[in-house]
């Protein structure tokens, strides 16, 4: 792996151990990871500005990067303010539809159970949207993230073995246990990996830290990474890590993040796509504090009256529907097949979904109507060596679907997946 550019030199001892380091903390992983966190983005809205450029001592890239990897924070609360922007069309609530007929999953309605608690479900609101977080965490077997709405509050709760949902306008509550902290690896803590291992909703980013993690596995020798000077995050000293793509074609203009200076954890994460504008993803603390949370913050018990799901009772998978169980088999199969082509950040995912009539129909009860007539519209008919198909954009991710059922995704412009498509040809 070629060294990555940096705003500072170092001696050729120095270069080794830091490179040692960055190694341990961004092991390589093509950027079609940035794909997954792209598809759950939140973001601080732009309104929250950063307040000063401290006087810091000077470090270069690999001791910042260095300093993300030794950071070690167990304990911190704090409110996230978050906004996403991809520049997804509105569908007019199909895709409510879509998921409530293609899936027996916890709150879509497909057998009439499930809970408007369950984590799994109520978290992916914040793939869309401005949003306010509470975080909490006091080491690994405690964390609390509580999302704040208009008139309700939703909380996800971890302590010790018992993991609690509680959306309080509808008066849910959703109950499941997680393995004890010393049968998990690593200190999973909001901020680092939250909420924990085995806790449900935990792949979906909800701190500066989850979403950085995901930019340092993209660096190799595609990418340029420098310290793009100092900045003041919810009060506190931080530097700025500038990560951008070295290639033409990636639709990522650049990743900033606004590290500690004191703790080394990140304090905001940014993503600006390539074809300029607002940020696609921008996410930070508004407020920060590394003190021990009070214990209270992780009681939890059902109100009075609330009505209580034990996950052990939805047994969602088990009672889906026969074509939500089939959409599933054909998804597993096809991304069994999964390929991913082109290098660094113009890294392209393909696979062949087997279905040679190139977008989706409708479900098998044909309420949805001419469901690829319906998609088809969002999206650019283009032709190459390959045949013709459709590009579906967003002002980050694009996918090409073409009329043979091959599937072209990555973070990457619409002439990349034509390119990437006429060669598979």
């Known amino acids: 792996m070629a060294p990555i550019d940096t705003d500072d030199n170092t001696t050729a001892g120095e270069g080794e151990e830091l490179r040692a380091g960055r190694r341990k903390a961004a092991r390589y992983v093509v950027p079609v990871a940035v794909i997954g966190v792209a598809a759950a983005t939140i973001g601080l809205v732009p309104a929250l500005a950063d307040s000063g450029d401290p006087d810091l001592p000077k470090v270069t890239a690999e001791q910042l990067i260095e300093k993300i990897a030794k950071s070690d924070v167990q304990q911190l609360s704090g409110t996230v303010r978050i906004n996403t922007d991809l520049g997804l069309p509105d569908l007019g609530g199909l895709e409510s539809g879509l998921l409530s007929g293609m899936s027996g999953g916890p709150g879509s309605g497909g057998d009439g159970e499930g809970s408007a608690a369950d984590p799994s479900a109520k978290l992916t609101e914040l793939a869309s949207g401005s949003h306010t977080l509470r975080v909490a965490a ?33 008066n849910e509550v959703y109950h499941s246990t997680a393995a004890d902290g010393t049968e998990r690896p690593g200190k999973e803590v909001p901020g680092k990996d939250a909420p924990g291992k085995d806790v449900p909703g935990k792949d979906v980013p909800a701190t500066p830290k989850d979403f950085a993690d995901q930019a340092l596995k993209a660096i190799d020798d595609t990418t340029s990474v420098t310290v793009g000077g100092t900045a003041q995050v919810a009060g506190r000293d931080a530097y700025r890590l500038v990560v951008e793509p070295k290639q033409d074609g990636s639709t990522v203009g650049a990743i900033t993040v606004a590290v500690d200076a004191e703790t080394g954890t990140p304090l905001k994460f940014t993503l600006t796509p390539a074809s300029g504008g607002a940020a696609v993803v921008d996410v930070g603390f508004t407020k920060v504090s590394f003190a021990k949370p009070d214990a209270s913050t992780f009681d939890f018990t059902p109100p009075e009256g609330a009505k209580v799901t034990e996950a052990d009772e939805t047994g969602q998978k088990a009672k889906a529907p ?8 054909d998804l597993a199969e096809g991304l069994d097949g999964l390929k991913v082509i082109g290098e660094g950040w113009n890294s392209i995912a393909t696979f062949d979904t087997g279905a040679g009539g190139g977008l989706p129909t409708a479900p098998a009860s044909g309420d949805l109507g001419d469901l690829g007539g319906f998609l088809g519209s969002f999206g650019d008919q283009v032709k190459g060596d390959f045949g013709s198909g459709t590009v579906f954009k967003t ?20 002439d990349a997946l034509v390119k990437a498509a006429d060669a598979a040809k």
């Open 395 to 414: 002002r980050l991710v694009n996918a090409l679907i073409t009329d043979d059922g091959k599937v072209y995704a990555g973070a990457v412009t619409k």
């Open 322 to 329: 026969e074509h939500g169980r089939e959409a599933e088999r």
């Open 138 to 170: 006091d080491g690994p077997d405690r964390q609390k993230l509580s999302l704040l709405e208009n008139a309700a509050e939703y909380s996800l709760i971890h302590n010790g073995k018992d993991v609690w949902g509680y959306d309080s306008g509808s």
